[in-house]
């Protein structure tokens, strides 16, 4: 084991030094043979490149350049592809291919190409767009006209329908690069081709502006007319150099030799070729000068940025020397000297030309007796960037949010918001970067979750989601959007519990809020109440309240008194209360008593909704759960109200019992009976580990029937709990059952009666279909809860059963199965088929007669307890039979006894 690893790390660094020396070779090689250098160099260069032949048919190897040419099929998806006619036909040297096809864009005001330079952002790219209309709609038009913008800024307006182009160098803030294509009205835009170029660091930068080529003359070239042209290969960055710039009284001169680009560090890495000519003065003068007058932008006085390029072509004689100054717009620079052959860069000098007129000379010194020379010069306009591009954050959101739902809008291309918010359906405001305030997607066919990516959107103001196939729950995170006026989220398929916070928010008229048409949707209040299952039992409320509220609750309920009723099951008979239970019972603590109870908080073993939930130990040894309200929750006010009322006066085994209470203003907490084995719905999950066995559920049935049997049938007046469901059934450490969380539980003033209840409440599953559709609130709505809670025993299937399509009801579920009569696909799985059959076809029948439709033909709960009871039995005789016990009545009379504590 040891010794494989250090041989390994071995061949780690063995590996590691094969790897140094052979790079430590290869750059020897190379330094050694440029050719080969020069090679590798344009590879990694070329990786800088994109080259888009816009309306090509298919990518292409450019003979001329060695560049590859892409179509514009994976840059963007508008526009039609069309070719020039062809009388037009180009057959220009190398872009000839480029020019006789072009997309056009008779649809959209704003059509974008998204460029992503491996490079990423905050770096300079040279970006070049082509453009000849060569009558390619055989409309003979001369009047076109249209915007080209580059990311968010406005780049040109482009008018020359001759084989023109026009270039930038273009500082992007973002990884994604747009150029978009603006129609103005003044005729369809198109494009033939887009370069761009990653400038690498060179010194053609401007941290917060563009750099705009307005000369790049290659001097003393070629006879211009020849219309030859420097690009890549020859220029590493691809630059276009001009050849018809001329200086006054000047001649060419050139050499044949070549420069010696590698051994300088010329950062602006100019060409051989374009080094290798020059211009000098007719003989006799000792100067050159250049003037040219530049249009510029409105209303904005122009900077310029101006290159001179050196190279000594002429082997100096002995003696002679050339020297020179360069007087730009009359700012003087040197004396300079060149050295033979070697590149020499001067300048950027930066110019503010408030005149619109560039000139410069360049003049030999008194100790110069050679004239001056200038190989090349440079002049960029500095093009401001005046608006950002759209905050990205909002930008990512609403990209994930259209990847999320394939949303396929022509018009969602490019930049979000800039320039001129033309994604339908979205808004944005004026802010520099600009943030998105709407989104409408409104009958836009999206289907899933509601994405994530919704609350990225931190600014957006109204949100409309209405009329589509959304599913899943409505995120509570809504609500901490700070500026969410309109949320509509009508017509989906959403489902369970509208988010309390979000409930708040529209209540109190901050967030107007819809959510007509999600059927399964809870929109009551108490639907979110109980988000975690606890791991042990514990329900407690906020005390809210003061002692004096308390107190008056105490006092009212007492008036109710609750009583005993006769019920017509003998087995039920016993139910009585001891008239001082409640004092001796709910004790009062203090909160130091409180700490030393929970040994300082140590154990947490829950937590909901309204704090958190610790172990404590009290003095006589007996374990309880605290639950302490937490300052920042006070939502379950009310629920708490009535969990206090209910438990400080009915008592019951198979009710979760309060133990006490800790009032003091900051510090409230309640103090529960410790439920060893948590809550139903834990042990009835694929992953419980202690598998509860049929008769075990059973019983726990029976012990859930019997405690909602004692609150409608055995307190005066009778109370309905109204959130009857696993998570709200808790088991002591015998897997004795007891009904907890009587927050929704409402007490009625006489036998029979029935409120209306306006806001519906309960659990999405376990509602009485009949309270949802009339608000008619009575015992039997706990009745349907009840079969609910049955069948979800019988088949290890939670109410809501989810799948593919949604969530099917445990009952649509079962339904089918019970008409075929496959009791073996009804019952949990989880039993591998120990139970009995007979038993198991009773208790299904029992719940059935739980669930009409109608409350009325439901049967009251101390017939379902007699039921039960019965199918109990029966399960229990054929256990003993199979043991040939002979102890059934006796087991069955201790185990039966409704005790009351
Ligand atoms: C246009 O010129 C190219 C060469 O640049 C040639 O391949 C093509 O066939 C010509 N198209 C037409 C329609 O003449
Ligand atoms: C374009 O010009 C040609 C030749 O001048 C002419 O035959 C044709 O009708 C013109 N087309 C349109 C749409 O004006
Ligand atoms: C160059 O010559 C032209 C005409 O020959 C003249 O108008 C211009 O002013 C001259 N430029 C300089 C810088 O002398
Ligand atoms: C660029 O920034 C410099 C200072 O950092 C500022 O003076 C200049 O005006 C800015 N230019 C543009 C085009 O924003
Ligand atoms: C974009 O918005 C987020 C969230 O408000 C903010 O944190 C971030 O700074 C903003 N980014 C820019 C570039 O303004
Ligand atoms: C969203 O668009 C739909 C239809 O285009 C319109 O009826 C609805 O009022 C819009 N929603 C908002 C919040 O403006
Ligand atoms: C939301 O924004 C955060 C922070 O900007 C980011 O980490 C997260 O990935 C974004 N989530 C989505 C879904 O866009």
Request: aromatic share 10%.
């Amino acid at each position: 084991m040891h010794g494989g690893r250090i041989l390994l790390s071995y061949i780690k660094v063995w590996v590691i030094l094969l790897l140094l020396s052979a790079t430590f070779q290869n750059s020897k090689l190379a330094a050694k043979n440029t050719a080969q250098d020069k090679k590798r160099k344009l590879a990694a260069e070329n990786s800088g490149f994109i080259s888009i032949d816009c309306g090509a048919e298919a990518d292409y190897l450019d003979g001329d350049t060695g560049i590859t040419y892409k179509t514009d099929k994976d840059f963007i998806s508008t526009g039609k592809n069309k070719v020039v006619a062809p009388e037009y036909n180009l057959t220009t040297p190398y872009y000839g291919n480029m020019a006789n096809s072009l997309r056009t864009f008779p649809e959209g005001k704003r059509n974008c190409y998204t460029l992503k330079p491996r490079q990423g952002k905050n770096q300079n790219y040279y970006v070049r767009a082509f453009f000849y209309y060569g009558n390619y709609d055989s409309e003979n038009q001369t009047q076109i006209k249209f915007d080209l913008y580059i990311g968010v800024n406005h780049w040109t307006t482009v008018v020359d329908m001759q084989w023109t182009y026009y270039e930038i160098i273009h500082y992007s803030v973002t990884d994604t690069i747009y150029v978009c294509l603006v129609n103005t009205g003044f005729g369809v835009p198109f494009i033939n081709g887009l370069d761009l170029r990653f400038m690498n660091d060179s010194p053609y930068r401007s941290m917060n502006g563009s750099l705009i080529p307005k000369v790049l003359a290659d001097l003393g070239g070629l006879d211009p007319t020849l219309g030859a042209t420097q690009r890549y290969k020859d220029d590493v960055y691809d630059r276009i150099w001009r050849l018809d710039v001329n200086l006054n009284h000047s001649v060419s001169i050139s050499t044949e030799t070549n420069i010696d680009i590698q051994g300088s560090d010329d950062p602006c890495r100019l060409p051989v070729e374009v080094l290798r000519t020059a211009v000098q003065p007719w003989n006799g003068l000792n100067s050159l000068s250049y003037k040219k007058s530049l249009r510029h932008r409105e209303n904005f006085t122009p900077e310029f940025l101006v290159f001179f390029h050196f190279a000594e072509i002429e082997q100096i004689a002995p003696g002679k020397r050339r020297e020179f100054t360069i007087t730009l717009n009359g700012l003087n620079y040197g004396p300079f000297t060149l050295e033979y052959l070697k590149p020499l860069t001067i300048g950027p000098y930066k110019i503010q030309v408030p005149e619109d007129q560039i000139r410069f000379s360049i003049d030999a010194t008194l100790r110069s007796n050679l004239p001056p020379i200038l190989n090349a010069f440079e002049i960029f306009e500095l093009g401001p960037l005046p608006d950002s591009p759209t905050n990205q954050t909002d930008v990512h959101a609403i990209m994930a949010i259209k990847e999320a739902y394939k949303i396929d809008r022509v018009n969602w291309q490019g930049d979000p918001c800039l320039p001129l918010t033309t994604w339908t359906g979205l808004q944005c405001n004026d802010d520099n970067p600009p943030r998105i305030i709407s989104l409408n997607l409104s009958s836009s066919q999206l289907s899933g979750n509601i994405a994530v990516s919704f609350l990225n959107l931190t600014a957006i103001k109204s949100l409309d989601l209405s009329n589509n196939e959304l599913t899943g729950t409505v995120p509570e995170a809504f609500a901490q959007l700070p500026h969410l006026t309109i949320l509509d989220l009508s017509g989906n398929k959403l489902t369970g519990a509208v988010p309390y916070s979000l409930k708040e928010k529209s209540n109190s008229r901050q967030l107007q809020l819809s959510l007509d048409g999600n059927l399964d949707l809870c929109k009551m209040d108490t639907c979110e109440k109980k988000k975690r299952s606890f791991p042990v039992l514990v329900i407690a409320f906020v005390i809210s309240v003061s002692a004096l509220l308390l107190l008056n609750i105490i006092t009212i309920f007492w008036r109710f008194k609750i009583g005993r009723l006769n019920v017509s099951l003998s087995s039920s008979v016993g139910f009585s209360r001891k008239k001082n239970s409640m004092k001796s019972k709910n004790q009062p603590f203090t909160y130091p008593e409180i700490v030393s109870i929970t040994n300082n908080f140590q154990t947490i073993i829950g937590e909901g909704g309204f704090g958190k939930v610790y172990l404590g130990n009290l003095q006589d040894g007996r374990q309880v759960a605290v639950k302490l309200l937490s300052q920042s929750s006070r939502q379950g006010y009310k629920e708490f109200l009535a969990e206090v009322q209910l438990l400080m006066i009915v008592h019951h085994r198979n009710l979760v019992s309060l133990v006490g209470y800790c009032n003091e203003q900051e510090n409230m907490a309640l103090v529960y009976e410790y439920m060893a084995n948590g809550n139903l719905k834990e042990q009835l999950l694929e992953n419980s580990t202690n598998m509860l066995n049929w008769r075990a559920r059973l019983q726990i049935a029976v012990d859930a029937a019997q405690g909602l049997e004692y609150l409608h049938n055995g307190c005066r007046p009778p109370i309905v709990h109204r959130d009857l469901k696993s998570s709200n059934i808790l088991l002591t450490e015998n897997l004795q059952a007891k009904i907890s969380d009587f927050g929704l539980s409402k007490a009625f003033a006489t036998e029979g009666d029935s409120h209306v209840i306006t806001i519906p409440a309960g659990t999405p599953g376990y509602i009485d279909p009949e309270f949802r559709d009339s608000g008619n609130l009575n015992k039997k709505s706990d009745v349907y809860s009840f079969g609910i809670l049955l069948c979800e025993l019988i088949t290890g299937q939670p109410p809501l059963i989810r799948g593919h399509n949604g969530h099917t009801h445990i009952l649509q579920w079962v339904s089918p199965l019970v008409e075929r009569g496959d009791i073996q696909s009804i019952i949990d799985p989880k039993l591998k088929g120990e139970f009995n059959t007979n038993c198991a076809w009773k208790a299904l029948e029992i719940v059935l007669s739980c669930v009409p439709p109608t409350s009325t033909q439901r049967p009251d709960m101390s017939d379902i307890l007699g039921e039960l009871k019965e199918c109990l039995a029966m399960e229990m005789s054929s256990e003993m039979s199979m043991r040939g016990s002979v102890e059934m009545s006796l087991v069955l009379r201790t185990d039966m006894a409704p005790n009351l504590r």
